[in-house]
């Protein structure tokens, strides 16, 4: 791992791009947490992370 790459203990890619997905259907965060087998607060906490009030997205970002 090179030191400016962060190491993701609880989501995946997988998990993030499933999130994405769910929440596209309108789903919500506990029924997210349910099927991919996380607590509903790490969901909220990483929507909340990462959402971006314009597009109303969850994405993810490249820092130079």
């Known amino acids: 791992m090179h030191?400016?790459?962060k190491k993701y203990k609880h989501l995946t890619l997988d998990?993030?791009?499933?999130i994405q997905e769910c929440l596209a259907k309108g789903m919500t965060?506990?029924?997210?947490?349910?099927r991919i087998g996380?607590?509903?607060t790490t969901i909220s906490k990483?929507?909340?992370?990462?959402?971006?009030r314009h597009t109303n997205s969850f994405v993810k970002?490249?820092?130079p």
Do not use: G
């Not at 998990?15 to 499933?18: F, K, M, N, S, T």
């Open 38 to 40: 996380k607590d509903p």
């Open 3 to 5: 030191k400016n790459e």
């Open 29 to 34: 965060f506990k029924a997210i947490a349910r």
């Open 15 to 18: 998990d993030r791009i499933e």
């Open 46 to 52: 990483e929507v909340k992370a990462h959402l971006q």
């Open 61 to 63: 970002t490249e820092v």
